[in-house]
């Protein structure tokens, strides 16, 4: 497939957004369980959300880029029975204004307890806003992985390692933002998110080597024999209609070396998990706030790299019929 | 329920394109249209079309054959390309099995072009929509025409009648009698989205002849010629 930026950005983007909610909110968890001191409900929670909320909105803005008709995109929204871009288009809202009502009740400081669970657990508004926010956050993770894990013809995607995968290293990458948003804030919970990130990270290391072995050793079922149901092994293209290009020989194809393929997959996965890591406990060991901040933004361009070499790798089976120019 | 298709045999395709000028001339000043180029005759042309002419070798060389390929939307009956659009703008038509784009609700988000393994949507960068082959939906409906053009333009234009038109569902109609008597089959059968359109296989004339059906074994005189058999005068002599 042709990586869209626009898209590699949409994913990304939210994915960060969605782990420095979970991260912040998972913070309160611990907060509230009296494992970790309280925190600011401004500077902290208050300005932690709008930096989420910055990140869902910079990533809806970048999937305007990929529509022919961005003044018609409220549409999108009517077929979410049948498919999961309409599901997301649902979804991303949501939880933006969840998000936003989480960071606003911080704000505003609206923790007078609505119920007490048992006489010990305090109920307020933001303990509500968070799980409902974490759960959506979640669906959020799914229907964009779904996107592209229900094609069943992309054999590369079609499989729940993709959702795994979208969900760990939007995890992976937001608890590492967290971590470096709290050593920017010069606030006391660096090595918390970065303990998380670390896992969060190692984890994804297996799942997303995992995707790549298994669709290494993928074979496809898609052949020329049945594209064109002659049943020969030697079947060849000389013409594919036409001699210039159109829109089959430019959505498909990545239009790039073996070699840069394999130099975007070495930068991934390089830039994605072991140097973030080594960043962070570099950040921790030293006691530099600094470092976290590296170790985001070297993990985000890892991302990029990696969500473009996800989308360059998968064959779609329609290139078959576009081989050969004349 | 009906489901309108093409069957397209490659038998006799001869791969002379006038299926794809014929289509592109009616569709792109149509209820399809516009199918708009860009530098057309220029360097780096590119253009939107509904059907395309391809041609593949078959075998090694010297055992080896062209066939011709005629490659336009197959008007699935499970289509993948339709449940995906998030906005209903990709329809399939339920009283011809039709499969079409609502180009007044098409968002141009490609999805649906991502969706089906055959490559048969192209998208429009001028308007900005998603276009496919609409198997000629103003021809094939339009009842002020004379029944017999009521077709696809591209199977009016095909001078070898490689292209035959009609119900897939009907079991009488032309197309699934050619499909069912003649070794029609779908394109890509293992994803399950039961293609309409199908294609007639190249088919070889062949009679066998061994070594003594050329020379006659019970020939008498071992050689072609006339018997030197006089019947003699027979029944049909006698002068009444």
């Not at chain 1, 993770?141 to 993709?162: D, G, P, R």
């Not at chain 1, 830039?271 to 933004?297: H, K, N, Q, W």
């Not at chain 2, 516009?34 to 042309?45: G, H, L, S, T």
């Not at chain 2, 409906?141 to 070898?160: G, H, M, W």
Request: net charge neutral; aromatic share 12%.
């Amino acid at each position: 497939m042709h990586p869209a930026f626009s898209v590699i950005f949409l994913t990304t983007l939210i994915g960060v957004g969605q782990g420095l909610f979970l991260a912040l909110f998972t913070g309160q968890i611990y907060s509230l369980a009296h494992l970790l001191p309280d925190q600011s409900s401004e500077t902290f929670y208050g300005v932690g959300s709008a930096l989420a909320l910055l990140f869902l909105i910079a990533g809806l803005g970048a999937s305007f880029f990929h529509l022919g008709h961005p003044e018609r995109a409220w549409r999108a929204a009517t077929m979410w029975r049948t498919s999961w871009l309409s599901r997301e288009v649902i979804v991303l809202p949501i939880f933006m204004a969840l998000v936003f009502f989480y960071g606003l009740a911080h704000y505003m400081q609206w923790s007078q307890p609505i119920l007490v669970v048992s006489d010990t657990m305090p109920v307020d508004w933001t303990l509500l806003l968070g799980v409902a926010g974490s759960v959506v956050a979640f669906v959020l993770f799914v229907c964009t992985a779904m996107i592209y894990a229900s094609l069943k013809f992309l054999e590369e995607w079609h499989t729940y390692l993709t959702v795994v995968n979208y969900t760990l290293l939007g995890l992976a990458s937001g608890f590492m933002l967290a971590a470096a948003f709290s050593a920017f804030m010069q606030i006391d919970l660096v090595a918390f998110y970065g303990t998380w990130a670390v896992i969060f990270t190692l984890i994804a290391t297996v799942t997303r080597s995992a995707s790549l072995i298994r669709n290494k050793n993928l074979r496809h079922k898609h052949s020329m024999a049945s594209a064109i149901g002659v049943r020969h092994q030697t079947i060849r293209q000389i013409a594919q209609g036409f001699m210039g290009g159109s829109f089959n020989t430019r959505e498909f194809f990545h239009h790039r070396s073996p070699f840069f393929i394999r130099m975007v997959k070495v930068t991934f996965l390089f830039f994605t998990f072991p140097l973030p890591i080594a960043l962070i406990i570099a950040g921790y060991m030293g006691e530099s706030s600094v470092l976290p901040i590296a170790a985001f933004v070297v993990q985000y361009l890892g991302l990029i790299a990696e969500r473009w070499y996800f989308f360059a790798e998968a064959k779609h089976p329609q290139n078959l019929y576009y081989q050969n120019m004349a | 329920m009906t489901q309108l298709a093409l069957v397209i045999d490659l038998n006799v395709c001869v791969g002379c394109h006038a299926c794809v000028t014929s289509c592109k001339s009616w569709n792109t000043s149509g209820w399809a249209g516009p199918m708009p180029d860009k530098n057309p005759y220029d360097e780096d042309p590119s253009g939107v079309f509904f059907n395309r002419v391809q041609t593949y070798e078959v075998g090694t060389y010297p055992n080896t054959e062209t066939v011709h390929f005629p490659k336009s939307c197959l008007h699935c009956e499970d289509p993948p390309c339709v449940p995906v659009c998030p906005t209903g703008a990709s329809y399939k038509r339920k009283d011809n099995g039709v499969v079409l784009v609502d180009y007044d609700k098409c968002i141009g988000c490609k999805y649906c072009s991502w969706a089906c393994p055959y490559g048969a949507r192209e998208f429009d960068e001028n308007n900005k929509v998603m276009k496919k082959c609409t198997l000629c939906i103003d021809r094939i409906t339009d009842l002020t025409l004379p029944e017999s053009e009521r077709k696809p333009s591209c199977v009016l234009a095909c001078p070898t009648s490689a292209r035959i038109f009609g119900d897939v569902h009907d079991p009488d109609s032309e197309a699934s009698v050619a499909i069912r008597e003649l070794g029609g089959y779908p394109l890509q059968p293992e994803w399950g989205t039961k293609p309409a359109n199908h294609y007639l296989p190249r088919r070889k004339q062949k009679i066998h002849i061994s070594e003594d059906e050329l020379v006659r074994a019970d020939n008498p005189l071992r050689k072609e010629d006339e018997l030197p058999y006089d019947p003699g005068e027979t029944l049909d002599d006698v002068a009444w």
